[in-house]
């Protein structure tokens, strides 16, 4: 029998405590305890996200992009997938608009089916959005240097009375490996 205990601090003086106790069963291998080990841990990360933030050359816009993941596991391989991209922008200069924003994300590397390069666009409108991946997409193996999950959003910005305009990119990627 195998117990894990992990303690979290929720708040002052308030602690929050979850206890896994594995229990194999009596033929099992020790390589079989130690997947059911490994997968006990994967499920306590099982998700995640990591936000990138920027501001355009004038700081007058701040943009961020967030990249939500899950965790999992394919056999004895811990496995990631992209589950939703959120992000928008902030005017920080009254004088400045976002004209365009391209959005871009995808979820590259090796799954279950082979090689796969899932990706997805959007041309969000609004100065906050989110995009759930579709659930046909597969999880990567990110256990190898080419798993990549991740996205590009760039911002077009424009002065009021005038035409011309440019651009920022952010770009927030979780490489495997």
């Not at 990249?67 to 009254?94: E, F, Q």
């Not at 590397?109 to 997805?120: F, K, L, M, P, Y």
């Not at 609004?126 to 991740?150: C, K, N």
Request: with cysteine; net charge negative; aromatic share 10%.
């Amino acid at each position: 029998m195998v117990t894990i205990s992990k303690v979290t601090e929720l708040g002052s003086n308030e602690f929050k405590q979850d206890i896994v106790i594995l229990v194999p069963a009596v033929q099992s291998s020790v390589e079989d305890i130690l997947l059911d080990i490994l997968r006990t841990a994967m499920s306590a990360k099982a998700s995640g996200s990591t936000t990138e933030e920027d501001t355009d050359s004038t700081y007058g816009v701040r943009g961020s992009v967030t990249v939500h993941y899950s965790r999992g596991m394919y056999g004895v391989y811990t496995t990631m997938l992209l589950t939703k991209v959120s992000g928008g922008y902030t005017i920080l200069d009254r004088q400045l608009k976002v004209t365009r924003q391209s959005l871009s994300y995808g979820c590259l590397g090796i799954t279950s089916a082979g090689w796969s390069e899932q990706s997805g666009s959007a041309n969000p409108t609004s100065s906050s959005w989110a995009y759930t991946t579709p659930s046909s997409w597969y999880p990567v193996l990110d256990e190898t240097d080419f798993a990549l999950i991740g996205a590009n959003c760039t911002f077009t910005v424009q002065r009021a009375g005038s035409t011309n305009t440019w651009d920022f990119s952010i770009v927030n990627n979780v490489v495997g490996g």
